[in-house]
Structure formats: C-alpha cells, structure tokens
C-alpha cells in the first residue's frame, strides 16, 4: 500500500493505493498512523485500492478510531469496488459513516461475490 498526496496544500488529502491485506499490514498500519498527522480533518480516497481483506478493513476501522481520538475528522471517500465489497459483507458501512460512492467506471461494474456453501444438516 502506499499513500500518495492529492492536493500539496492540504497534507490530509491522500489517496490509498495497492493491496490493503494481512500480507502488508503491519507496514500499512505504520504508514497509515503516521498519515493521520495531517491535520484536524482529513480525506482519504480508497480509488486506488486493488484488493482489500478484513485485515484492511481492520486498519480503516483503526484509522478512524485514532483520528477520532486525536479529536481529527478522518472520511473515506471514493470507494474502490474491492473496498465496497468488503465493507458490504462485513456490514461496516455504519461503523465507517461514510458513502460509499465508486469512481469511474467501476460504478456499473458488479463487485464479484464469493459464494460459501452450506451443507444442509439430516433430520431423522
């Protein structure tokens, strides 16, 4: 994952780019904590995230419950589709408080759905 800046006169706006998983959290986390000294309210794009797991999901969570307690205002915006899927199947979207608005042409792409089957139990 990196970070990159958007917009110079204004550190909080950066834009998330790469993999957000269990492979690279710790170096994410670390990057993630040391974006959230860019000021009292922030704004982070998701566009760039290629591939999310609850491991990411898990740092945006930290993210903003750090910024909150630094008394900074953290949003997410720009959710890429693997961002939304995981939000949408770990029903975060109330816990994050943010839209989840997709960029581009990935709004009338279908996020891919994992499917689990569950066996059916006997009853006798």
Request: without cysteine; charged residues 30%; hydrophobic residues 40%.
């Amino acid at each position: 994952m990196e970070l990159q800046k958007i917009d110079e006169g204004n550190a909080g706006r950066l834009r998330v780019e790469g993999e957000m998983t269990i492979y690279t959290a710790n170096a994410d986390r670390e990057a993630l904590l040391k974006a959230l000294d860019g000021g009292a309210e922030m704004e982070w794009s998701l566009s760039g995230v290629t591939e999310i797991d609850t491991a990411g999901a898990q740092l945006l969570i930290a993210a903003k419950r750090e910024a909150a307690g630094r008394g900074a205002d953290l949003s997410f915006t720009e959710h890429s589709a693997p961002v939304v899927e995981v939000i949408e199947q770990l029903r975060l979207s109330g816990l994050l408080g943010d839209p989840l608005v997709l960029t581009g042409g990935e709004a009338d792409a279908k996020p891919k759905r994992r499917r689990t089957k569950v066996a059916k139990e006997k009853t006798t």
